[in-house]
């Protein structure tokens, strides 16, 4: 009942912060989500890793958010999987933002060759900031994955400050960069709603998943940086739907997704635009 567009497009971030859902309660829920009419959109559980050790390791697909140093991870994800944790993909943060990424990504590519012979189908998604080095930073992403390692680049679109959040034309270029070299993505924060909209309390203004997305299909056909911001700037869903309907039976190209804290709220936004002809019993 999901078309493939939107297959795993949703991580379920129930746990990151500023929430007070537990573990137990995270995992309980996740695995509702798992049997639901609306399952494939779904991707795993994202578990912070200054989470586990409190409770007992989740025992469904989950994702570990890397919220520790670098140099910690190998200890903490062998522990993990000692313990029985299904590990889907690693996300860690390579840099603040105005910090150079280069050193953040060595490191992160030393974890991935140890990483890769026994476990190469977890995928690392290293988090660069918006920020001076980026260009650098994905072409060194690049190199990696010439050498076989799965990295792939993971960008934060929103905050608590006006700068956290790209302009469409910001946004667009980066996407436009990633198209250039081949390389799926991951966003986090900010992606409340599928279209664009200025939240009335903060005054910022987010970016909405659909026309990430669809700025993404323009972005994959050829269209220049100007096309895809455009589509990103959009704030009525009526240039995007039919682009994505489109498009619905197809894989989604390189926007691999990004994580709600509510699974539930961006589902109902493609159930009313007529994208997930879904039903709730």
């Not at 989500?33 to 050790?53: C, Q």
């Not at 988090?127 to 993971?154: C, F, M, N, Q, Y």
Request: aromatic share 4%; hydrophobic share 45%.
């Amino acid at each position: 009942m999901v078309p493939p567009l939107y297959a795993g497009l949703v991580d379920d971030a129930s746990l990151l912060p500023p929430s007070p859902t537990g573990l137990a309660d995270a995992e309980a829920k996740h695995r509702e989500h798992a049997s639901a009419w609306y399952a494939e959109l779904i991707g795993a559980l994202l578990v912070p890793a200054s989470v586990v050790g409190t409770e007992p390791v989740p025992r469904v697909p989950a994702a570990l958010i890397g919220d520790i140093p670098i140099g910690a991870l190998p200890a903490t994800v062998e522990k993990l999987r000692a313990a029985g944790m299904r590990i889907e993909h690693i996300e860690a943060a390579v840099a603040r933002r105005g910090e150079d990424p280069q050193p953040g990504l060595s490191l992160l590519r030393a974890f991935a060759v140890d990483e890769h012979p026994h476990r190469g189908e977890s995928r690392i998604w290293a988090e660069i900031p918006l920020s001076w080095g980026l260009i650098g930073a994905l072409d060194t992403v690049v190199d990696a994955r010439t050498e076989g390692l799965p990295i792939a680049p993971k960008f934060r679109v929103g905050g608590l400050a006006a700068e956290l959040f790209p302009t469409p034309v910001e946004l667009a270029a980066v996407i436009c960069a990633c198209r250039d070299r081949q390389l799926p993505f991951k966003l986090a924060a900010g992606l409340r709603h599928a279209t664009r909209h200025t939240d009335p309390e903060t005054g910022f203004t987010h970016h909405g998943f659909l026309n990430v997305l669809v700025a993404t299909l323009l972005a994959v056909d050829g269209a220049e940086v100007a096309e895809v911001a455009e589509a990103l700037a959009a704030t009525h869903p009526v240039p995007l739907v039919e682009p994505a309907r489109r498009h619905r039976d197809t894989p989604r190209p390189l926007f691999a997704g990004f994580g709600a804290a509510n699974v539930v709220e961006p589902l109902t936004e493609l159930v009313r635009l007529g994208l997930i002809n879904g039903g709730y019993e």
